[in-house]
């Protein structure tokens, strides 16, 4: 990237002391930080999902999987392994295959040349339908509506199950043991931010 002259930004594990530096002296423009952010007390993120995050990762007993099915984009996004959430198969299975919102839907030619928009995400049968292959059906989830009940905007249908939310969060927590050291375990994002500029220590640890 640098050998072609354009941008770019460090992104993955980069929420610590000096790797804002180290992206800098190795030619990068920057760093991109989401789980940080995700878990500040700014965030939109439902707050009793924020405090299971953090709380069970303090524990030992977060699991954060990468699943290369869940995203309609085929984006190999990383799923917090949540309870009463999307990432159960048993709640995910009760949500009726809808495709409702269409954030993430991809565009396709039709047989008379002009584009639609399809998602292997909603009804099979109207993927299908849309030229869409059955193998992109499979364990796929609707991100739109389960970010949107991520954060507290989650559909409420008559006669059907509310949308149940995705937390998608990085594996790489380890802020939180500076961040979130606080007893009730709240951090701003102002704390994100001097966190990041705090030069690292010569142990190369967090602290």
């Given at each position: 990237?640098g050998?072609?002259?354009?941008?770019?930004?460090?992104?993955?594990?980069?929420?610590?002391?000096?790797?804002l530096?180290?992206?800098?002296?190795?030619?990068?423009?920057?760093?991109?930080?989401?789980?940080?952010?995700?878990?500040?007390?700014?965030?939109?993120?439902?707050?009793?999902?924020?405090?299971?995050?953090?709380?069970?990762?303090?524990?030992?007993?977060?699991?954060?999987?990468?699943?290369?099915?869940?995203?309609?984009?085929?984006?190999?996004?990383?799923?917090?392994?949540?309870?009463?959430?999307?990432?159960?198969?048993?709640?995910?299975?009760?949500?009726?295959?809808?495709?409702?919102l269409?954030?993430?839907?991809?565009?396709?030619?039709?047989?008379?040349?002009?584009?639609?928009?399809?998602?292997?995400?909603?009804p099979?049968?109207?993927?299908?339908?849309?030229?869409?292959?059955?193998?992109?059906?499979?364990?796929?989830?609707?991100?739109?509506?389960?970010?949107?009940?991520?954060?507290?905007?989650?559909?409420?249908?008559?006669?059907?199950?509310?949308?149940?939310?995705?937390?998608?969060?990085?594996?790489?927590?380890?802020?939180?043991?500076?961040?979130?050291?606080?007893?009730?375990?709240r951090?701003?994002?102002?704390?994100?931010?001097?966190?990041?500029?705090?030069?690292?220590?010569?142990?190369?640890?967090?602290r």
């Amino acid at each position: 990237m640098g050998a072609l002259g354009l941008p770019y930004w460090l992104a993955g594990g980069q929420a610590a002391p000096g790797r804002l530096g180290d992206a800098r002296a190795g030619g990068a423009a920057g760093i991109q930080v989401g789980s940080a952010f995700a878990l500040c007390e700014e965030s939109a993120m439902d707050p009793l999902l924020k405090r299971e995050v953090i709380d069970r990762w303090f524990a030992g007993t977060l699991q954060v999987r990468t699943d290369p099915a869940a995203s309609p984009t085929g984006f190999p996004f990383k799923v917090a392994q949540l309870p009463r959430t999307g990432a159960e198969a048993s709640v995910y299975d009760q949500r009726p295959r809808v495709c409702d919102l269409g954030y993430l839907r991809l565009p396709y030619r039709r047989a008379d040349a002009t584009i639609g928009y399809r998602c292997p995400a909603e009804p099979v049968g109207a993927y299908l339908r849309k030229g869409g292959r059955l193998d992109d059906t499979v364990g796929r989830r609707c991100l739109c509506n389960g970010l949107m009940a991520t954060i507290g905007l989650g559909q409420r249908r008559r006669g059907r199950p509310d949308e149940p939310p995705i937390v998608t969060i990085g594996q790489d927590l380890s802020f939180l043991g500076d961040l979130a050291s606080a007893p009730d375990r709240r951090y701003r994002a102002a704390d994100v931010l001097a966190y990041l500029l705090r030069p690292a220590s010569p142990q190369g640890t967090h602290r």
